[in-house]
């Protein structure tokens, strides 16, 4: 009995750890920029209707975006020093798993004990070996910060993460709010946070 609680809790372990997907940062900025100079944003609509998703989904970034920039001291403005961009992108993943083990019986020839304990030249067991598919969507989402005076990109944050096709509207917006904060944790650049 000991034995199944040891097997049963470290596979609901790693059920959990597989559900919590994280996402997957990277950034790049122009070296030469002294992001000091920034205090305020507006959105960059042109930049923005180009994005390839709803119109309900690019609010629900825009307002998180809003939120990290509050956050970080930055004010909205008609006449901003950084513009705000972003663009989506998408694709299916498709993953085959192969199990070493499965469901029903077999019949074959063996050498051993046998079931319940006496010995049997033949083995009847488990012997199901299908193959299970699922698929699910990566997502990567682009936050450009443009000089608004040269009209230059100066930072770009990137996340990737699985989406999982999320239909309840209250987790959508809580995976679009974990996707913008922890790019705009990479905002800004550590170079210019460290003098």
């Keep these: 009995m000991k034995k199944i609680k040891i097997i049963v809790v470290p ?7 597989t559900s919590c997907a994280s996402v997957n940062v990277l950034s790049d900025y122009d070296r030469q920029t002294d992001f000091t100079v920034y205090k305020s944003y507006a959105f ?25 920039m509050d956050s970080l001291g930055f004010v909205k403005s008609e006449e901003p020093d950084l513009l705000v961009s972003i663009f989506t992108n998408e694709r ?9 083990w499965g469901y029903g019986w ?7 004990w046998g079931w319940p304990g006496y010995y ?17 969507t990566e997502g990567t989402l682009y936050i450009d910060l443009i000089d608004a005076a040269k009209k230059e990109l100066v930072w770009q944050g ?14 959508k917006e809580k995976r679009i ?3 913008v904060a922890r790019i705009m944790q990479q905002f800004p650049p550590e170079a210019i946070v460290a003098n």
């Design 11 to 17: 596979v609901l372990f790693i059920l959990f750890l």
């Design 44 to 68: 960059y609509k042109t930049g923005i209707d180009r994005a390839q998703i709803s119109d309900l989904d690019k609010k629900r970034i825009l307002r998180a975006i809003e939120t990290e």
């Design 92 to 100: 299916v993943e498709v993953d085959v798993y192969s199990p070493a």
């Design 106 to 112: 077999g019949y074959g020839w063996g050498w051993g």
């Design 120 to 136: 049997n030249p033949y083995f009847w067991g488990p012997g199901y070996y299908g193959n299970n598919v699922s698929t699910r």
């Design 158 to 171: 990137r996340g990737v993460g699985t989406l999982n096709n999320i239909k309840n509207i209250e987790k």
């Design 177 to 179: 709010r974990e996707f």
